[in-house]
């Protein structure tokens, strides 16, 4: 489906990177998907994500922090995560930088958008994301590395072709204003709405139960 969907815009299968979602899956499972070829690792939240990090390490998957991050988990999980996708305040933005300098490490972030204007939704609104960016740019240790969002769960995945597009244009409009910063990424497009977003330009899709399963019980 990747391949078929870059194939209709013109774009390259290497252009997209998956991230498996692996909240909802085991140790083991994780592992395995690791052995099948899956570099990247997405969790959501820090008691089950840290555990994973330390029994499988960094040398065999790059792990990414996809959900709602706490300002108070942060000291968890900077030095670990290479990526947050969930940039979304300032607040966060202070505590990742303060925590990276005393790890002397970068985080890459993507800032999270909320276009669709969910209230259910975190994120900043497409207008206030300039700002944003003025005001983290001199932050030394993250990288404002592109941007995020998350499309509503529809039916007909076709009807959140806008949103995929709107982020695209709005990192395209960033970038020129911003031309110091590596606004490349854009993080979108997931299980039932990825193929959408391939088109639309994701960079890095995050999948799980279509890739790795959901052992919840």
């Known amino acids: 489906m990747i391949e078929a969907s870059c194939e209709r815009v013109g774009r390259k299968p290497s252009e997209v990177q998956i991230v498996a979602v692996t909240k909802y899956v085991s140790l083991e499972t994780t592992r395995a998907a690791i052995s099948a070829g899956i570099h990247h690792i997405g969790e959501s939240r820090t008691q089950d994500a840290v555990p994973k990090w330390q029994a499988i390490g960094t040398e065999a998957a790059t792990w990414h922090f996809i959900g709602h991050l706490q300002t108070n988990k942060v000291k968890d999980m900077v030095g670990r995560f290479t990526y947050v996708h969930s940039l979304d305040r300032f607040s966060l933005a202070k505590e990742l930088n303060k925590r990276g300098a005393q790890h002397d490490v970068v985080t890459k972030c993507m800032v999270q958008v909320n276009v669709s204007g969910e209230e259910t939704k975190h994120g900043l609104a497409p207008q206030e994301v300039p700002d944003f960016l003025?005001?983290?740019?001199?932050?030394?240790?993250?990288?404002?590395?592109?941007?995020?969002?998350?499309?509503?769960?529809?039916?007909?995945?076709?009807?959140?072709?806008?949103i995929f597009r709107e982020l695209r244009q709005l990192r395209d409009r960033m970038r020129k204003q911003y031309a110091h910063m590596p606004l490349h990424h854009l993080s979108m497009g997931m299980s039932n709405d990825y193929h959408i977003a391939v088109e639309e330009g994701a960079t890095f899709i995050r999948l799980g139960s279509t890739l790795v399963g959901d052992e919840r019980n």
């Open 134 to 162: 003025a005001a983290i740019q001199d932050m030394p240790h993250i990288e404002a590395c592109g941007f995020m969002t998350m499309a509503p769960y529809v039916e007909n995945p076709e009807e959140t072709r806008w």
